[in-house]
């Protein structure tokens, strides 16, 4: 089972729309949690970070379940400029590594 | 600014000819690492480092090599360079192990 999965899409949405996607994890250590954004051939930006009580960052709401190993991004009044793609990542401490793992990511399309 | 800075941007080389792509970044982070970006893979990583003199091997780590002689520099050597490693290259830097990363621009690599 893969470590961090995310659905590839890519998720087509209209302009003005809410859209959300999910990402699981398997390692129940994990520690720490980001939304990444990735525009075509660009490097990857940190969007958010993920807390356990849920946060939000303008239009952008993040939030954590520990139960059920899953993060969720929340895009509200979607934009032209949001397109790109949403890389998961989970920061796994021990086991060697220094941590990050980093999901497939989602691309998102929204469209006029 | 803070930021993690790679060069060359984008690199054509031939096929077993050393190669050094630099990597370095002004916010004093303790760790440092390289990923490759191919398309339907995601990003892996080759090589990763947790302070000066201090590296380990990522999940693709066949084919490189890197030094860690300064905190701030992290070089990705390319000894004898194959088409398989044709790729989109990302170093990052985090400050601590629950850290988010940041990544440089990125080296596009053709190995002809």
């Known amino acids: 089972r893969k470590e961090v999965e995310q659905d590839p899409g890519p998720f087509n949405v209209p302009e003005g729309a809410t859209v959300a996607f999910n990402c699981t994890y398997s390692n129940s250590a994990s520690q720490s949690f980001f939304w990444y954004r990735q525009d075509c051939r660009k490097e990857p930006k940190l969007l958010m970070s993920v807390y356990s009580s849920g946060n939000e960052d303008g239009r952008f709401t993040a939030q954590l379940n520990r139960a059920s190993q899953y993060i969720s991004l929340l895009i509200r009044d979607s934009k032209l400029s949001d397109s790109a793609t949403y890389l998961c990542?989970?920061?796994?401490?021990?086991?060697?590594?220094?941590?990050?793992?980093f999901g497939k990511g989602t691309h998102l399309i929204i469209q006029p | 600014e803070a930021q993690v800075t790679q060069n060359p941007r984008y690199l054509i080389t031939v096929t077993g000819k050393k190669l050094t792509v630099t990597c370095s970044q002004n916010?004093?982070?303790?760790?440092m690492s390289w990923y490759r970006q191919d398309p339907g893979l995601g990003l892996r990583q080759i090589y990763y480092?947790?302070?000066?003199?201090?590296?380990d091997k990522g999940d693709v780590p066949e084919g490189y090599k890197v030094s860690r002689k300064e905190k701030r520099n992290f070089p990705l050597i390319l000894e004898s360079p194959s088409p398989n490693q044709t790729s989109l290259y990302f170093c990052?830097?985090?400050?601590?192990?629950?850290?988010?990363?940041?990544f440089g621009q990125g080296t596009r690599l053709t190995v002809v």
């Open positions: 990052a830097s985090k400050q601590g192990a629950r850290s988010e990363a940041f």
């Open positions: 990542v989970v920061n796994i401490l021990g086991g060697g590594a220094d941590g990050l793992t």
């Open positions: 916010m004093n982070h303790e760790y």
């Open positions: 480092s947790m302070n000066v003199e201090v590296t």
